[in-house]
C-alpha cells in the first residue's frame, strides 16, 4: 500500500539554508549540502528544496548548486524556484532532480506546465501555490500569492487547482503562508477541502511542529504529502538548530494513521 | 564494470554514487567505445517513451549494447522508463521498444481497479515479493519498500518472468527477469536501504 510521503522542505537564501516565519524573518539554519547529508543518513522520503531568492530577484536556478545538492541526494528530490521555461527544466532533470516545482511561471503563464508536462512527463511536474487565508466574518477564504507573498492574485485557488491539474501537473503543493514557521499545525480545513479536489498527488506544507501534525493531517486526508520545515530543523521550545527527521517506527506510526482514513 | 548507459536521460550520478557506496566499480557509458568492458550494465529512463527511446536510438550506444545484451547475454537492468524500453512496445508512445524483455507498457488509469487512486503512482510503496531472489535480503522484518514515480506500467507476458508485484488499485509486475533482463518499476538509486541492497545484488550476479 502507498505510504504517505514525509517530506522536508529546505529553503536557499543568499546561498545558505534558512527557515522563515510567514514567509520573513529568515534565519540561518546551516549549509544545505550538509543537510542532505543527514536526511540520506535519516532515509527520508523525499526531499524539497526551495530557493526563495530566484523568483523575487529574477534569476535563473543556481545549476551549480542544484547538480551538487542532486548529486549527493539518495532520496527523490524536487527542486524550486527561478524556474520559467522548459529548457532550465529539462536542464535541472538531467543534472538529476526528480521534480521540478514551479509557481509564479505558471501562474504567468498557465500553459508552461503542459509544456513541461510533454517535455519531460507530468511525474515530474510539481505545482506549488502559496495560500494566504483571509479571515472573514463567517468563513475564510484563500488568495493565491508568489514572490514570497509579496503578490497576491485574483484567481480562485480550487480553480487553479483544477486548471493546473488538466494541463499537466503531477503533483500539487499547497504552502500556508500564515501557517509557516509556526508549528501549530496544518490548514486541515483547507487540506481537507483540496484533498476532494485533486486527482493527482498533493502534498501540504506549513504548519507542521510535531509528528502528531503530521498524524492528523493523514489521518484526516489519507495518503497525501505532509511537508515540513521548522519541525525537521529545529529542536525544543528554545528552537536550536538540529536537523531531525522520524525514524522507521515513528513512519510506520504515522503510516497507520493514513490507512485507517 | 558495471556501466551506466548514459544517454542523455536519467539520474546516471545517483547511481555511480550508490555503487561507490558499495564498493563496486561502476562507471558511465557514453560512447559504444566505453562498453567494452562492461559486465553489467544498467539503463535509466524517465520522461516520456519516445523521448528517451529516441534519445538511445541517437545516442550511438543501440547496436554495440544489442550486441552485448542478446549475443553475450551480459546483465542489464532497466530502471523505471528504462524496464519500460525494454518492453516490446508502450501506449505511451509510437516507437518500438527494444524488445529484450516479452511484455508491454500500459497506461495505470484505465486498468486500475480504484479511479480515485491519485496518477501518477508516487511515493513510497511495497513489494510483494513472488520469487525469491537475492535482491531482497532473506531476514528482513518488513516489505521491502522502494520509491515510485510514473503513470505507466510494464505487464509482463510470461507470468514466470515476474519476481515481484507491487498493489496500487491492482498489482502491477514491478521487477522481473526474462533471462540476462533485469527490469524494475521503481527507482532503486532513490529507495535507501532496499535500493542500495538491490542496486549491490545486481551488481555481484
Not at chain 1, 100 to 123: D, F, K, M
Not at chain 2, 55 to 61: E, H, T, V, Y
Not at chain 2, 164 to 179: I, K, L, S
Request: with cysteine; aromatic share 8%.
Amino acid at each position: 500500500m502507498l505510504r504517505p510521503r514525509i517530506i522536508p522542505c529546505l529553503l536557499i537564501h543568499n546561498g545558505g539554508l534558512v527557515k522563515t516565519k510567514r514567509f520573513s524573518e529568515a534565519k540561518y539554519v546551516g549549509d544545505p549540502i550538509n543537510a542532505v547529508r543527514i536526511f540520506n543518513e535519516k532515509e527520508a522520503d523525499e526531499l524539497m528544496i526551495l530557493d526563495i531568492d530566484a523568483t523575487v530577484k529574477g534569476k535563473e536556478p543556481n545549476f551549480d548548486l542544484i547538480a551538487k545538492l542532486a548529486s549527493e541526494c539518495r532520496m527523490p528530490l524536487c527542486y524550486g524556484g527561478g524556474i520559467t521555461n522548459v529548457k532550465q527544466v529539462q536542464k535541472l532533470i538531467n543534472t538529476g532532480v526528480e521534480k521540478v516545482a514551479i509557481s509564479s511561471a505558471a501562474i504567468a503563464r498557465p500553459t508552461l506546465v503542459a509544456e513541461i508536462a510533454n517535455a519531460v512527463g507530468r511525474q515530474s511536474v510539481t505545482v506549488v501555490l502559496d495560500v494566504l487565508k483571509r479571515q472573514r466574518l463567517m468563513s475564510s477564504t484563500y488568495e493565491v500569492c508568489t514572490h514570497n507573498s509579496q503578490q497576491t492574485h485574483k484567481a480562485e485557488i480550487f480553480s487553479l487547482i483544477d486548471e493546473f491539474q488538466k494541463l499537466g501537473a503531477g503533483e500539487i503543493v499547497i504552502n500556508s503562508v500564515d501557517r509557516d514557521g509556526m508549528m501549530q499545525g496544518y490548514d486541515l480545513e483547507l487540506a481537507t477541502q483540496v484533498k476532494s479536489l485533486v486527482k493527482v498527488p498533493v502534498t501540504f506544507l506549513g504548519g507542521a511542529g510535531s509528528l502528531g501534525d503530521l498524524s492528523d493531517l493523514v489521518s484526516l486526508v489519507g495518503t497525501v504529502g505532509a511537508a515540513a520545515g521548522s519541525l525537521f530543523v529545529f529542536k525544543g521550545k528554545y528552537k536550536a538548530v538540529l536537523i531531525t527527521y522520524p525514524d522507521r517506527h515513528s513512519k510506520n506510526m504515522i503510516f497507520q494513521y493514513s490507512s485507517n482514513s | 564494470m558495471i556501466r551506466i548507459i548514459d544517454y542523455g536521460v536519467g539520474n546516471v550520478q545517483a547511481f555511480l554514487n550508490l555503487f561507490e557506496r558499495s564498493g563496486l566499480p561502476a562507471k558511465r557509458a557514453r560512447n559504444s567505445d566505453d562498453l567494452a568492458d562492461a559486465t553489467h550494465l544498467i539503463l535509466p529512463g524517465v520522461g516520456h517513451f519516445d523521448y528517451a527511446m529516441r534519445s538511445l536510438n541517437n545516442s550511438g550506444l543501440r547496436e554495440r549494447l544489442e550486441d552485448l545484451v542478446v549475443m553475450q547475454k551480459v546483465p542489464i537492468l532497466g530502471i523505471c522508463v528504462g524496464m519500460q524500453m525494454l518492453a516490446d512496445s508502450s501506449e505511451e508512445g509510437v516507437l518500438p521498444g527494444l524488445g529484450w524483455l516479452p511484455g508491454c507498457v500500459q497506461a495505470i488509469a484505465g486498468n486500475s481497479m480504484d479511479d480515485s487512486l491519485p496518477l501518477p503512482h508516487m511515493g513510497w510503496n511495497e513489494l510483494q515479493i513472488r520469487t525469491h531472489h537475492a535482491f531482497f535480503p532473506s531476514a528482513a522484518p518488513e516489505p521491502p519498500q522502494f520509491y515510485f514515480l510514473h503513470s505507466f506500467y510494464f505487464r509482463a507476458k510470461n507470468q514466470s518472468d515476474v519476481i515481484a508485484t507491487t498493489n496500487y488499485g491492482f498489482d502491477f509486475d514491478a521487477v522481473v527477469c526474462h533471462g540476462n533482463v533485469f527490469g524494475m518499476q521503481c527507482h532503486p538509486e532513490k529507495s535507501h536501504f532496499w535500493g542500495e541492497h538491490f542496486l549491490r545484488a545486481f551488481g555481484e550476479l
